[in-house]
Structure formats: structure tokens, C-alpha cells
């Protein structure tokens, strides 16, 4: 599995409990070992946003790919995926 399909298939895990509290999260792009995210709705401004992406999704990639990184900011100009 490469690494667009290991974090889509991460998000889809995680999206119920995202959708649950009125949020999303979107990726943006990947390249190299960092993925770039937008959280949306009740999750964008949230308090708890980092721990969500810390314990959340960042630990769920590294238990697969250790070193991947999420990073929660708008996105570089150029593609990334």
C-alpha cells in the first residue's frame, strides 16, 4: 500500500468520530514524509484539533510508517499528490 492509499484509508477510519462531533479532515497533499491536512467544520479552531492529528491520525500512519509526520496548514503552492 503506498503511502495516499495508508492515509486514506487511516481518514476513513477515523471520519465517523470527526463526522460525530460536526468536523472532517481533508487531505491537502503529501510529499515526502509529510502530510498536509485541513480540518474542517466543528474541528477547524477546535482546542483538541492537535491531539486528534497527534493521537490520532499521526499515530495510526507511524505504526505503519514510522518517520510520516501530519501537519495541519493550507497547502504549498504545486502539487502534492
Known amino acids: 500500500m503506498d503511502t495516499v492509499e ?5 481518514i476513513e ?4 468520530a470527526l463526522n460525530a ?3 472532517d479532515i481533508e487531505v491537502l497533499g ?3 514524509d509529510v ?3 485541513k480540518l474542517t467544520g466543528a474541528c ?7 491531539m486528534t492529528l497527534r ?7 507511524r505504526r505503519v510508517r514510522p518517520g510520516l509526520r501530519v501537519v495541519a496548514e493550507p ?7
Do not use: F
Open 55 to 61: 493521537l490520532g491520525l499521526e499515530a495510526a500512519v
Open 30 to 32: 503529501i510529499r515526502g
Open 13 to 16: 477510519q477515523l471520519r465517523p
Open 6 to 10: 495508508l492515509v486514506d484509508t487511516i
Open 75 to 81: 497547502a504549498p503552492s504545486g502539487p502534492w499528490r
Open 35 to 37: 502530510v498536509r491536512v
Open 21 to 23: 462531533d460536526g468536523g
Open 44 to 50: 477547524a479552531g477546535c482546542p483538541s484539533a492537535e
